[in-house]
């Protein structure tokens, strides 16, 4: 099993920034990739930004530029860097770590959830 437990969520006016960050523990060999999501009160949860362990990244267009995600292995934690930020960046972010099994099955693990809330 791995759990995560993300931090740094809180309340920020619009153009402030917020870091995120999410502890792996447990069982993290081969843990692969890493991810952020979120999801907005009546909204279906979307995909923020993700991150390989070789490191490379991609985000939704809505927050390229704003947004940046990193990993520290030997630290087994993943970051969101929220600047810029927005009204409609209000969400829970949820942590995401995937890590393969024999055959190449995937097996999901999420975090509890941290609430960001951008006040204008």
């Known amino acids: 099993q791995v759990q995560l437990v993300e931090s740094g969520g809180g309340l920020v006016q619009a153009g402030g920034s917020l870091r995120l960050s999410c502890a792996a523990s447990?069982?993290?060999?081969?843990?692969?990739?890493m991810g952020w999501y979120r999801q907005a009160p009546g909204k279906q949860r979307e995909l923020v930004a993700v991150?390989?362990?070789?490191?490379?990244?991609d985000y939704a267009d809505s927050v390229k530029g704003r947004f940046t995600i990193s990993r520290d292995n030997a630290k087994n934690t993943v970051y969101l860097q929220m600047n810029s930020l927005r009204p409609e960046d209000t969400a829970v972010y949820y942590c995401?770590?995937?890590?393969?099994?024999?055959?190449?099955?995937?097996?999901?693990?999420w975090g509890q959830g941290t609430q960001v809330t951008v006040s204008s």
């Open positions: 995401k770590g995937t890590k393969y099994g024999p055959a190449g099955i995937p097996y999901h693990y």
């Open positions: 447990g069982s993290i060999f081969r843990l692969s990739t």
């Open positions: 991150i390989s362990d070789g490191g490379s990244t």
